[in-house]
T-cell receptor, first 115, second 111 residues
């Protein structure tokens, strides 16, 4: 079975400092992993995805994530936080069996950026 | 390229009524997914449609149903509305690389 655990429900950083949002996953199969961002009253926007190619994945807006199979982790990082990064972030694993591609979402991490 | 669109943006209903939510996928995408984002419950998979057929459904009662039209747009119907159905309903369409792209959502409020 697929599942995702986001280790922090809320992360607060100062503008210009690094961001680390932690995610651990469980999957019986070779997973596809995603990070999505949701700004207030908006839908979800894809930040990046891992699909068994390079373990370090670069996404939009300066975000990147590293797939570590031995640690079953897929943490999201950014070197320098911007005020516009304040949002809810979801780590997601895909169940690709039978072409379903049903997504299993973590509970989300709310990122606050302090000016 | 236009993204996934959903209508209406907001919907207010009373208990027992029916709600119909609509979704248009990105051009060329044939798979449409529906998710419910309820306060305190996170995002839950509802339904998956592909090529006009329901392919899979999440752990929701049968009063949640839908359909996909020949142009791949989709409707989600919720019958006999309950207060706990109040949520943001998100639609997503999937590309050939199996990545899902989300619409802005429909916020349903049941009074």
């Amino acid at each position: 079975a697929q599942s995702v655990t986001q280790l922090d429900s809320h992360v607060s950083v100062s503008e210009g400092t690094p961001v680390l949002l932690r995610c651990n996953y469980s999957s019986s199969y070779s997973p596809s992993l995603f990070w999505y961002v949701q700004h207030p009253n908006k839908g979800l926007q894809l930040l990046l995805k891992y699909t068994s190619a390079a373990t370090l994945v670069k996404g939009i807006n300066g975000f990147e994530a590293e797939f570590k199979k031995s640690e079953t982790s897929f943490h999201l990082t950014k070197p320098s936080a911007h005020m516009s990064d304040a949002a809810e972030y979801f780590c997601v694993v895909s169940d690709g069996r039978g072409g379903a591609n049903n997504l299993f979402f973590g509970t989300g991490t709310r990122l606050t950026v302090i000016p | 390229e236009a993204g996934v669109t959903q209508s209406p943006t907001h919907l207010i209903k009373t208990r027992g009524q029916q709600a119909t939510l609509r979704c248009s996928p990105i051009s060329g995408h044939t798979s449409v997914y529906w998710y419910q984002q309820a306060l305190g419950l996170g995002l839950q998979f509802l339904l998956w449609y592909d090529e006009g057929e329901e392919r899979n459904r999440g752990n929701f009662p049968p009063r949640f149903s839908g359909r996909q039209f020949p142009n791949y747009s989709s409707e989600l119907n919720v019958n006999a509305l309950e207060l706990e159905d109040s949520a943001l309903y998100l639609c997503a369409s999937r590309d050939r690389e199996e990545t899902q792209y989300f619409g802005p959502g429909t916020r349903l409020l049941v009074l």
